[in-house]
Nanobody, 126 residues
Framework: QLKLVESGGGLVQPGGSLRLSCAASGFTLDYFTIGWFRQAPGKEREGVSCIGFSDGITYYADSVKGRFTISRDNAKNTVYLQMNSLKPEDTAIYYC???????????????????WGQGTQVTVSS
């Protein structure tokens, strides 16, 4: 059974940092583009950052450029999202997602992933 499990969410003060992890089980991440999406209350889900399966190409939403970094460790079947300089507007449920044979921009912006995790809550508040 294909499964994505997120961890690392929580409550952090503005300006703080969190690192989200997405562990895959039941399949390997080879040939999968992996991404992080988020949904805040009353807002549509948006693609935050996506990373290609072998070439290291990444996509970042304008709202997180320079603050968030996505990375992957295929040996550990895990993808990470390092979030620095967090702002209250980053508060949302963050979802890990995967799609085969696509590019980071296409997956994050244009077409939906094939697999989703259950989500992890990130709250930025003083």
């Amino acid at each position: 059974q294909l499964k994505l499990v997120e961890s690392g969410g929580g409550l952090v003060q503005p300006g703080g940092s969190l690192r989200l992890s997405c562990a895959a089980s039941g399949f390997t991440l080879d040939y999968f583009t992996i991404g992080w999406f988020r949904q805040a209350p009353g807002k549509e889900r948006e693609g935050v950052s996506c990373i290609g399966f072998s070439d290291g190409i990444t996509y970042y939403a304008d709202s997180v450029k320079g603050r968030f970094t996505i990375s992957r460790d295929n040996a550990k079947n895990t993808v990470y999202l390092q979030m620095n300089s967090l702002k209250p507007e980053d508060t949302a449920i963050y979802y890990c997602a995967a799609k085969r044979f696509t590019t980071p921009t296409v997956m994050c912006v244009h077409s939906g992933p094939d697999y989703w995790g259950q989500g992890t809550q990130v709250t930025v508040s003083s």
